[in-house]
């Protein structure tokens, strides 16, 4: 069977992106969706979706780039700059080496610990930058919690693009282990991850020719599409760059009349729940 996991990422951003995620939830276009737990309004978008969309599955979107930590800064120093938030995503990386693993770990647990306050427990996780899948001692971190929280992981290379396409600057030694060490720590774990994953449903590729080519080279076994629908709020123009490319994606998802494309072309919407079964 063909297995397709239509993620939506950044849920919690603003409340704009996570009314936009709900709406394509609503539409039967979304398996899921990753909400960034450390932003201040995720919580509370949290308990919407609960009550507007009580059959969405949640998981966490891991973060170390944006806004701040739900740790004590004091108990994560080299995560965060002299006032207490995460450092850039560019300055994230030069200063990657300097890291500590077990800091990141402890985030990302308290990250995860921030959704199951919400009484949700964790569909499965990814994160924003693919900043869990960038050094080997990292994603150990992150496997250990995905197993101790029986929840599955996106996988951490894409078969259409790649992560270095989507954030340029990320140092070869980073690019290698994506290349090749990542995906085989993944699959020695008992963590369950999807067969392959789609990363240029984005920016310009957010098309529906795109879209269609995706949909009719599925492959049987269990396939990820990211992809980051939502509306174009205030909020958001205040802290990204990615804004009206979102309100593209969600008029692509929503509007061409995804259920029976998919049917058509016998494709089941599934989720990391129903992999992890």
Same mark, same amino acid.
């Given at each position: 069977m063909k297995n397709l996991i239509l993620n939506a990422d950044d849920y919690g951003l603003t409340? !704009? $992106? /996570?009314? !936009?995620i709900r709406y394509a939830y609503h539409c039967g276009a979304l398996s899921s969706t990753t909400a960034m737990m450390n932003l201040p309004g995720a919580a509370l978008e949290v308990g919407i979706a609960k009550r507007d969309a009580p059959g969405l599955p949640i998981g966490v979107h891991l973060c170390l780039t944006e806004a701040g930590p739900v740790t004590p800064p004091g108990k994560i120093p080299s995560l965060v700059d002299s006032e207490g938030r995460f450092h850039p995503r560019v300055e994230f990386l030069k200063r990657l080496d300097t890291i500590s693993p077990e800091e990141a770990g402890r985030e990302f647990r308290a990250q995860i610990e921030a959704l199951l306050e919400q009484d949700v427990s964790p569909d499965h996780i990814d994160s924003h930058h693919f900043v869990s899948y960038l050094a080997p001692a990292i994603l150990e971190q992150t496997l250990a919690l995905a197993a101790e929280y029986r929840c599955g992981i996106r996988p951490p290379i894409g078969c259409d693009g790649s992560v270095s396409d989507l954030f340029p600057g990320l140092p070869e /030694? $980073?690019?290698a282990f994506l290349g090749r060490g990542a995906d085989a720590m993944i699959h020695r774990s008992p963590v369950r991850t999807a067969d392959r994953l789609y990363l240029t449903l984005y920016d310009k590729t957010a098309t529906l020719k795109n879209l269609l080519r995706i949909l009719d080279g599925l492959a049987e076994g269990w396939n990820e599409i990211m992809c980051h629908p939502g509306l174009a709020d205030p909020a958001l123009r205040e802290i990204s760059d990615? $804004? =009206?490319e979102r309100g593209? =994606? %969600? /008029? %692509?998802l929503t509007e061409v009349g995804l259920p029976g494309l998919l049917a058509s072309r016998g494709i089941q919407l599934s !989720?990391?729940?129903q992999l992890n079964a």
């Open positions: 409340p !704009g $992106v /996570s009314q !936009g /030694s $980073v690019i990615y $804004v =009206e593209y =994606e %969600l /008029s %692509l !989720g990391y729940a």
